[in-house]
T-cell receptor, first 116, second 113 residues
Framework: AQTVTQSQPEMSVQEAETVTLSCTYD???????LFWYKQPPSRQMILVIR??????QNATENRFSVNFQKAAKSFSLKISDSQLGDTAMYFC?????????????FGPGTSLSVIP | NAGVTQTPKFQVLKTGQSMTLQCAQD?????MSWYRQDPGMGLRLIHY???????DQGEVPNGYNVSRSTTEDFPLRLLSAAPSQTSVYFC????????????FGNGTRLTVT
């Protein structure tokens, strides 16, 4: 069974600084997707970024980028130029690609606070 | 475009009461699922469905029932609520293709006293 671990329950960062959130996962699968979701205080779940395991190039979306290390089973999220609106819970998630309906498994989350 | 709609937003139940959390999506997604979110545990999968008439158990199915009579709707039933079911519940759907991410509803906060 797959598991997702986020070892930092809480983090804080000064506005405009850079912060990196850690995520590791355990799987025997070779083909899979990894995701980062953001949950602001509104409770809405928002997809931040995703990475396909067969792609060596790290995904980027504006100020958000990932460091994907397949051999180490590591998938960290870097937020550059942090903004107050980045304050949220961040969840790392894993989805195997054995079928088109594979389940999405979530980590426990990291609560990020951006300090003015 | 409504996306995934969950009702109600909040609910308080007494132990032993029953209720149904509603979930509807208008994106013609084959896959629908229910998660519960508890502090320090992330989102855990309760039940899921890959199409009308097809459902299966997730990680934490005990105490919950589901059915899928149409593509659009996937209700979650609590037959006899327990305090351990106090949680925030999310419905999520996706297309049945490899690169399709989950789309979430806005969640239901349930308190069982």
């Amino acid at each position: 069974a797959q598991t997702v671990t986020q070892s930092q329950p809480e983090m804080s960062v000064q506005e405009a600084e850079t912060v990196t959130l850690s995520c590791t996962y355990d799987t025997s699968e070779n083909n899979y997707y990894l995701f980062w979701y953001k949950q602001p205080p509104s409770r809405q779940m928002i997809l931040v970024i995703r990475q396909e395991a067969y792609k060596q190039q790290n995904a980027t979306e504006n100020r958000f980028s990932v460091n994907f290390q397949k051999a180490a089973k590591s998938f960290s999220l870097k937020i550059s130029d942090s903004q107050l609106g980045d304050t949220a819970m961040y969840f790392c998630a894993f989805m195997a690609l054995k079928t088109s309906y594979d389940k999405v498994i979530f980590g426990p989350g990291t609560s990020l606070s951006v300090i003015p | 475009n409504a996306g995934v709609t969950q009702t109600p937003k909040f609910q308080v139940l007494k132990t032993g009461q029953s209720m149904t959390l509603q979930c509807a999506q208008d994106m013609n997604h084959e896959y629908m699922s229910w998660y519960r979110q508890d502090p320090g545990m992330g989102l855990r999968l309760i039940h899921y469905s890959v199409g009308a008439g097809i459902t299966d158990q997730g990680e934490v199915p005990n105490g919950y029932n589901v059915s899928r009579s149409t593509t659009e709707d996937f209700p979650l039933r609590l037959l006899s609520a327990a305090p351990s079911q106090t949680s925030v519940y999310f419905c999520a759907s996706r297309r049945g293709s490899y690169n399709s991410p989950l789309h979430f509803g806005n969640g239901t906060r349930l308190t069982v006293t």
